[in-house]
């Protein structure tokens, strides 16, 4: 009998570390990581200064298979890339480990960071085509608790390797503090902000990032007001990222109320509940 039973167990092991883990998992991507400058990014005008690389290919890829739908979101048609089309973004991705941008403008570093964040998500799920989520990529021990691959260094630049925090946490958010920019990063989710339909330029940049905000913000995936329960449901970004739109909630909901998100009626509503959601299935058409 205690043969049977230790045999049982062994059997379910396996089952319940992946309940363990996943439970893990979820806790982490609730608490989302500060903003930590990482100092060797610093803008430093005495860098040498790079050629800038020609995104052209992330632009062609955007252009061809990023589809505005009625519903407000954008999705990717992963199911249709080409072998050609995806090479192409493998050797662009892979020309950036030699690229320094610390000697550029500070518009065009920040630029080339949100180009290339959202060039690195993309490839990150065309190399792990099909699945239902970013967060079903584990690439490392660590992946397994930080619910996706968003630890995992899959990039390199200036031969330095990075995450994909790395990119927002230690270097876009800390050195441009900057509340669009969650608007503009990219998860490879229905529940984020949209992945544009074309690069971000330089000379632009400002506008774009303005249109993100206005594009997000307009879309239930930001605010959902549900009458029957007196409930405002906001994106989960707003509860992970407060810091970076206000002090509290009370000025968060300003924000909103600002932003056109938000009517006064409905921020005046007697017994106002307020809850956070997120929607991590994949962004794809198909």
């Known amino acids: 009998m205690a043969t049977y039973y230790r045999n049982r167990l062994t059997h379910l092991l396996p ?3 992946s ?3 996943l439970s893990l998992s979820v806790s982490q991507v609730q608490a989302a990581p500060k903003a930590e400058l990482w100092p060797y990014w610093q803008p430093a005008a005495t860098a040498e200064r790079s050629p800038i690389p020609d995104f052209s290919p ?3 890829f955007l252009s061809k298979y990023v589809r505005s739908y009625a519903d407000g979101l954008n999705r990717v048609d992963y ?4 072998p050609a089309d995806k090479a192409q973004l493998k050797a662009l991705l892979k020309q950036l480990s030699t690229t320094d941008p610390r000697g550029w403008g500070p518009a065009t570093q920040k630029t080339f960071w949100i180009n290339t964040y959202n060039l ?8 792990h085509y099909p699945l239902d989520s970013i967060r079903d990529i584990r690439l490392s021990f660590s992946s397994l608790f930080n619910g996706g691959p968003w630890e995992d260094k ?8 990075l995450s994909l925090n790395d990119i927002e946490h230690r270097i876009l958010r800390p050195i441009w503090p900057d509340r669009r920019l969650h608007f503009a990063l990219n998860c ?4 984020c902000p949209n992945l544009a339909t074309e690069i971000y330029r330089v000379e632009t940049l400002d506008q774009q990032l ?5 594009d997000f913000l307009q879309n239930n995936r930001a605010v959902f007001w549900q009458p029957r329960s007196n409930t405002l449901q906001l994106s989960s970004i707003f509860d992970w990222y407060q810091v970076d739109f206000a002090s509290n909630e009370n000025q968060l909901l300003d924000y909103l109320q600002q932003q056109g998100a938000v009517s006064p009626e409905i921020l005046s509503t007697p017994d106002l509940k307020i809850s956070y959601d997120y929607n991590w299935n994949l962004n794809t058409d198909s």
């Open 188 to 191: 490879a989710s229905v529940g």
């Open 120 to 127: 690195a998500v993309v490839l990150l799920v065309l190399d």
């Open 79 to 82: 199911a249709s890339v080409t």
């Open 19 to 21: 309940l363990l883990l």
């Open 210 to 214: 303005n249109a993100a905000e206005q």
């Open 154 to 161: 899959t990039l390199s630049v200036a031969g330095q390797e």
């Open 58 to 60: 992330w632009e062609n």
């Open 15 to 17: 089952f319940i570390l």
